[in-house]
Nanobody, 121 residues
Framework: QVQLVESGGGLVQPGGSLRLSCSVSTTILNFYAMAWYRQAPGKQRELVAV???????KYTDSVKGRFTISRDNAKNTVYLQMNSLKPEDTAVYYC???????????????WGRGTQVTVSS
Protein backbone atom coordinates (compact mmCIF):
# COMPACT_ATOMS: atom_id res chain seq x y z
CA GLN A 1 0.00 0.00 0.00
CA VAL A 2 2.70 2.47 0.99
CA GLN A 3 5.23 3.06 -1.77
CA LEU A 4 8.60 4.76 -1.57
CA VAL A 5 10.47 5.66 -4.75
CA GLU A 6 14.05 6.91 -4.71
CA SER A 7 15.57 8.99 -7.47
CA GLY A 8 18.57 11.18 -8.13
CA GLY A 9 21.36 8.66 -8.07
CA GLY A 10 24.05 8.47 -10.69
CA LEU A 11 27.75 8.68 -11.45
CA VAL A 12 29.68 11.60 -9.99
CA GLN A 13 33.35 12.47 -9.58
CA PRO A 14 34.97 12.70 -6.16
CA GLY A 15 34.18 16.05 -4.62
CA GLY A 16 30.94 16.34 -6.53
CA SER A 17 27.37 16.54 -5.30
CA LEU A 18 24.09 14.72 -5.73
CA ARG A 19 20.64 15.18 -4.29
CA LEU A 20 18.56 12.09 -3.70
CA SER A 21 14.79 12.24 -3.45
CA CYS A 22 12.36 9.83 -1.84
CA SER A 23 8.77 10.22 -2.97
CA VAL A 24 6.22 8.66 -0.63
CA SER A 25 2.68 7.69 -1.60
CA THR A 26 1.13 9.05 1.59
CA THR A 27 1.80 11.90 3.95
CA ILE A 28 5.18 11.46 5.56
CA LEU A 29 3.65 12.75 8.78
CA ASN A 30 2.24 9.23 9.14
CA PHE A 31 5.73 8.09 10.10
CA TYR A 32 7.74 8.73 13.21
CA ALA A 33 10.92 8.93 11.16
CA MET A 34 12.21 9.01 7.61
CA ALA A 35 15.70 7.73 6.95
CA TRP A 36 18.30 7.01 4.34
CA TYR A 37 20.32 3.81 4.41
CA ARG A 38 23.03 2.64 2.08
CA GLN A 39 24.66 -0.64 1.18
CA ALA A 40 28.04 -0.74 -0.50
CA PRO A 41 29.36 -3.77 -2.38
CA GLY A 42 30.53 -6.41 0.07
CA LYS A 43 29.29 -4.46 3.08
CA GLN A 44 26.25 -4.52 5.30
CA ARG A 45 23.50 -1.96 5.10
CA GLU A 46 24.09 1.07 7.30
CA LEU A 47 21.99 3.97 8.47
CA VAL A 48 23.15 7.21 6.87
CA ALA A 49 20.72 9.85 8.11
CA VAL A 50 17.37 10.11 9.84
CA UNK A 51 14.86 12.89 10.33
CA UNK A 52 12.17 12.35 12.94
CA UNK A 53 8.63 13.63 12.75
CA UNK A 54 9.43 16.37 15.24
CA UNK A 55 12.28 17.58 13.04
CA UNK A 56 15.36 16.29 14.81
CA UNK A 57 18.08 14.82 12.61
CA LYS A 58 20.97 12.43 13.07
CA TYR A 59 23.83 11.33 10.83
CA THR A 60 26.39 8.60 10.82
CA ASP A 61 29.83 9.97 11.61
CA SER A 62 31.28 9.38 8.16
CA VAL A 63 28.85 11.80 6.47
CA LYS A 64 28.58 14.55 9.08
CA GLY A 65 29.27 17.92 7.56
CA ARG A 66 28.80 16.60 4.03
CA PHE A 67 25.26 15.21 3.87
CA THR A 68 22.00 16.89 4.80
CA ILE A 69 18.65 15.18 5.20
CA SER A 70 15.55 17.29 4.76
CA ARG A 71 11.87 16.89 4.09
CA ASP A 72 9.01 18.62 2.36
CA ASN A 73 5.84 17.56 4.12
CA ALA A 74 3.59 19.16 1.51
CA LYS A 75 5.26 17.15 -1.26
CA ASN A 76 5.55 13.94 0.77
CA THR A 77 9.21 13.89 -0.13
CA VAL A 78 12.45 13.39 1.75
CA TYR A 79 15.80 14.50 0.38
CA LEU A 80 19.42 13.67 0.95
CA GLN A 81 21.82 16.36 -0.23
CA MET A 82 25.26 14.84 -0.63
CA ASN A 83 28.26 17.12 -1.03
CA SER A 84 32.00 16.48 -1.17
CA LEU A 85 31.34 12.92 -2.26
CA LYS A 86 34.02 10.31 -1.77
CA PRO A 87 34.55 6.95 -3.47
CA GLU A 88 33.61 5.25 -0.21
CA ASP A 89 30.14 6.79 -0.53
CA THR A 90 29.49 4.48 -3.47
CA ALA A 91 26.47 2.37 -2.59
CA VAL A 92 22.84 1.72 -3.25
CA TYR A 93 20.89 4.23 -1.21
CA TYR A 94 17.54 3.19 0.23
CA CYS A 95 14.73 5.27 1.63
CA UNK A 96 13.04 4.06 4.78
CA UNK A 97 9.84 5.09 6.55
CA UNK A 98 9.35 4.09 10.16
CA UNK A 99 5.83 3.36 11.34
CA UNK A 100 4.16 2.09 14.49
CA UNK A 101 1.13 -0.20 14.44
CA UNK A 102 -1.74 1.73 15.95
CA UNK A 103 -3.00 -0.71 18.59
CA UNK A 104 -0.05 -2.97 19.36
CA UNK A 105 2.59 -0.24 19.01
CA UNK A 106 4.82 -2.69 17.17
CA UNK A 107 7.22 -0.81 14.89
CA UNK A 108 7.61 -1.70 11.25
CA UNK A 109 9.30 -0.24 8.19
CA UNK A 110 8.56 0.57 4.57
CA TRP A 111 11.41 0.47 2.06
CA GLY A 112 12.12 1.77 -1.38
CA ARG A 113 13.96 -0.22 -4.02
CA GLY A 114 17.06 1.94 -3.90
CA THR A 115 19.04 4.20 -6.19
CA GLN A 116 22.66 3.67 -7.19
CA VAL A 117 25.27 6.27 -6.30
CA THR A 118 28.71 5.79 -7.81
CA VAL A 119 31.58 8.11 -6.94
CA SER A 120 34.50 7.52 -9.26
CA SER A 121 37.01 9.28 -11.48
Amino acid sequence: QVQLVESGGGLVQPGGSLRLSCSVSTTILNFYAMAWYRQAPGKQRELVAVVRRGGSVKYTDSVKGRFTISRDNAKNTVYLQMNSLKPEDTAVYYCNAGAIETDSLIPYDHWGRGTQVTVSS
